[in-house]
């Protein structure tokens, strides 16, 4: 093999002969150019000109200006208590989803179900629950239940099972084989193997996951309400609808400070969990 020093000085004197072939090169522009014209056209069919985006940002300048100062309005307690209604309905949902996707979890994962055919179509059903956005089931549950928390919390519980379920399947198909064929040497049967072998090892990564999508589901929530799911959010879109901006301002604010707070908390759990689970 020829010396690397011996190759940059060749490639130094004859670039060409260590350029990439002609039909690479061609492919690689032409699907750049492909791209940039896709994006072009994408923008005019979306209409999306320059004199819209500045006459929006005007726009956006004195809605930004009304919103100053901040203000809860004359009843601030309601405030309050819609963020502990969003609180409460991402948790009530992300809990109640969490357990039901446990056995789901199990189910889809190929280390425990070795029958092909019924994994996949348990995958299949999984990812009609999350291809679905929540937004989608939250309109349908709200026609089915009425107003109110109750359509977000099965809206929550609906999506985020089916997400939960596949990333639990992953965790359990990543434990070490080692400690199940240990456990099984034991004598213990598919349950017992399932119970002491696999979810010691997994269930650390699984209540990570359960808090990144409780996290996940605090935001969430707030844009469930704007469609009539109730919480913190059906009453920013009532101040927007009523144009009362500093109002809504001050509701910004109070769920920045709400998703910060539940941010810092789950992000050193999921830190702590992990650690343990090394």
């Known amino acids: 093999m020829m010396p690397r020093p011996d190759i940059a000085a060749w490639r130094a004197r004859a670039p060409r002969a260590f350029a990439p072939p002609l039909a690479r090169r061609l492919l690689a522009w032409s699907t750049g150019t492909a791209v940039l014209f896709g994006t072009l056209a994408a923008l005019l069919w979306l209409d999306m000109t320059p004199q819209r985006i500045l006459n929006g940002l005007s726009e956006l300048l004195r809605v930004a200006l009304l919103m100053l100062p901040p203000s ?6 309601e405030l309050v208590w819609a963020m502990l209604e969003t609180l409460a309905m991402a948790f009530a949902g992300t809990f109640i989803a ?17 029958l092909g055919p019924l994994r996949f179509g348990l995958r299949r059903f999984l990812d009609v629950l999350r291809g679905v956005d929540q937004l989608i089931w939250a309109l349908i549950f709200v026609r089915a239940v009425g107003l109110g928390p109750l359509a977000g919390v099965l809206s929550i519980i609906v ?15 990543n434990a070490d084989r080692r400690e199940i064929e240990g456990v099984r040497a034991t004598g213990a049967g598919g349950v017992q193997t399932a119970r002491f072998g696999l979810l010691p090892q997994a269930l650390p990564l699984m209540l990570s996951h359960a808090l990144y999508i409780f996290e996940s589901n605090v935001r969430s ?5 704007i469609v009539g799911a109730g919480g913190i959010g059906f009453q920013l879109s009532d101040r927007i609808r009523a144009l009362r ?10 769920i920045l400070v709400m998703v910060a707070v539940i941010d810092s908390i789950s992000g050193a759990l999921r830190r702590r969990l992990l650690a343990s689970g090394r």
Do not use: C, Q
């Open 72 to 77: 809860p309005g004359e009843r601030p307690m």
């Open 98 to 114: 969490a357990l039901l996707a446990v056995p789901l979890g199990f189910l889809a994962a190929r280390n425990v179900l070795p």
């Open 159 to 173: 999506t985020d099972t089916g997400t939960l379920a596949k990333l639990y399947s992953e965790s359990l198909e």
């Open 221 to 225: 929530s707030t844009i469930l309400g």
């Open 245 to 254: 901006w500093e109002e809504a301002a001050f509701i910004i604010l109070m």
